[in-house]
């Protein structure tokens, strides 16, 4: 390995969000510390008792901080097995490592590498090949043993930087997801102002026109101008701090709320029926919202198709009151479990787009069977 490849793995910074310590971990330490003893007991060739088991112990208790201190633990616990290396030559009490003790360091390498920066692995090998190479010298090992000892430490630190990485990937994914969606609502923002913003004009045009000689209309002018540039200011907050990538703009037609209808269907072959109902008041909206709108029941109907097992029809249910619109969309598929996610990217952009209007968005197993897709938009838009 080169001096450029080093480089980038030493600066490698920390996997983001490791989990906290939970219930589980401290019930993984209970039942590892329980059979470090039971195996140290039942051994005629492990190590002497009581030093069999201050390790079982000590190691332990690293299981605790393996995610938010990888580092640290390594040098605890490979700082201890060197130690209890050197006390069992000096004392005479020599034999094989305990089976459990080799299974912590294994978990914490793994740790390491899953979840510490790439300075941390780097200076975390090392300390685990240096008590490795010390534990074999002091056993007076063979050169093959001593070597199939870094194949096995290598193993956990493979499979650590896998997860690590799909798990990096799969983030990456998720924000070329976000940015997407907002640089499509960028874009249809963009084109509803220019359009308030024409529509200001020509009235401004029209009022001057006739306010010498009809004022009345003059005045009329300037109450739509005034509702314009409110529609106007409300969507330019929004716009405001999401990119937008003219090179990759989209020139097909705005979809709004009315189009919804559209998306109904009778069912043909494998693919469900999809029926639109539709209540309320639903004139009037933000274009954004009602683009939005449209864009999460076309998205929510997409994944119901496409994921829902032997679902026979999805139902469409679009509700407007003063305040917000409402979209639910559900399936009768099969029974999803709960905390299994279904529909992949398709359901981060919906929640972005929601987000990034003032909404929210829910989805979820149905009460009895299938999907649900919970929106609600404030209809008039964003309002921060």
Known sequence: MTRDEVRPL??????????????????????????????????????????????AVALAFTLLWRRTRPLAMIAVGFGVSAVVSVV?????????????SMVYLLLLVYA???????????????????????????????VGDALFGVVVLALPAALGASVR??????????????????????????????????AMVVRAQAGRVVAAARPGAAVE?????????????????????VLREPHDAEVAPQRGAADIVRLARPAAGDEPGVEVRSSGDLADLSPS???????????????ATRHARHATG?????????????????????PVPAGRPRGGYGIVGMTERATLLGGTLHVGPGPDRGWVVDAVLPRRGPTR
């Open 165 to 198: 990485l799909r798990a990096t990937t799969r983030l990456r994914e998720l924000d070329q997801v976000r940015l997407r969606e907002r640089e499509q609502l960028a874009r249809e923002l963009h084109d509803t102002v220019a359009h308030h913003v024409s």
């Open 112 to 142: 390491l590498f899953r979840w510490g920066s790439g300075r941390a692995a780097v200076i975390g090998s090392l300390i685990a090949l240096a008590s490795s190479g010390l534990s074999s010298a002091l056993d007076h090992a063979l």
């Open 314 to 334: 999805i139902v469409v249910q679009v509700a407007g009151d003063w305040d917000d619109v409402r979209l639910t969309i559900s399936d009768d598929g099969d």
């Open 10 to 55: 030493w600066v490698e910074p920390r996997a983001l969000q490791p989990p906290v310590r939970v219930w589980r971990d401290w019930a993984l330490v209970g039942v590892f510390v329980g059979l470090a003893v039971l195996e140290t007991v039942l051994r005629q060739d492990a190590r002497w008792f009581p030093l069999g088991s201050v390790e």
């Open 88 to 100: 069992a030559v000096v004392g005479h009490a020599g034999g094989p490592v305990a089976f459990v």
């Open 289 to 303: 919202v009602g683009a939005a709108s449209y864009r999460i029941a076309q998205e929510a109907v997409t994944n």
């Open 221 to 241: 002018a300037l109450e739509v101008i005034e509702a314009e540039g409110a529609r106007t200011l409300a969507e330019m907050r929004t716009m405001v701090g």
